[in-house]
C-alpha cells in the first residue's frame, strides 16, 4: 500500500507562488499515475493535475493551465505541484492521490493553501 505525504501549503499573497511536494513510501510502478486534487470548504475535491509515472505526460484543469506545474523525481519517489500566479479562488487543501489502475486508491492527508487577496 503506497503512503503519501504532502507538503509545502502556507499562506500567500495572491499573485505569488508555493509549491507542493508529495512523497511516496514505496516506488511508483510506471503505470501508475500521481495526482493533485483540490476541495475548498463546501464544494467538491476536484482534479487539478496529473502525471503519468512512465513517461511523464501530464493533465491540467483548465483553470490552471499555464500557472501550475506537476513534475516529479524519479529517484526520491517525490511529486511537486509548481502553482504560480495564485488567486484567492485556489484556496483550498491540496491533496496528493495515487491512481494503480481505474481509480485514485490512495490518498494523502492534505496541505492548506491559503491566497490571500
Known amino acids: 500500500q503506497v503512503q503519501l505525504v504532502e507538503s509545502g501549503g502556507g499562506l ?3 499573485g505569488g507562488s508555493l509549491r507542493l511536494s508529495c512523497a511516496a513510501s514505496e516506488r511508483p510502478f510506471s503505470s ?3 495526482g493533485w486534487f483540490r476541495q475548498a ?8 493535475a496529473s502525471i503519468r509515472w512512465s513517461d511523464g505526460s501530464t493533465y491540467y484543469g483548465d483553470s490552471v493551465k499555464g500557472r501550475f506545474t506537476i513534475s516529479r ?10 502553482m504560480n500566479s495564485l488567486k484567492p479562488e ?4 491540496y491533496y496528493c492521490a495515487c ?18 487577496s
Do not use: C, H, I
Open 90 to 93: 485556489n484556496t483550498a487543501v
Open 73 to 82: 523525481d524519479n529517484a526520491k519517489n517525490t511529486v511537486f505541484l509548481q
Open 32 to 34: 501508475y499515475t500521481m
Open 12 to 14: 500567500v499573497q495572491a
Open 99 to 116: 491512481r494503480p489502475g481505474v481509480k485514485y486508491n490512495y490518498w494523502g492527508q492534505g496541505t492548506q493553501v491559503t491566497v490571500s
Open 41 to 48: 470548504p463546501g464544494k467538491e475535491r476536484n482534479l487539478v
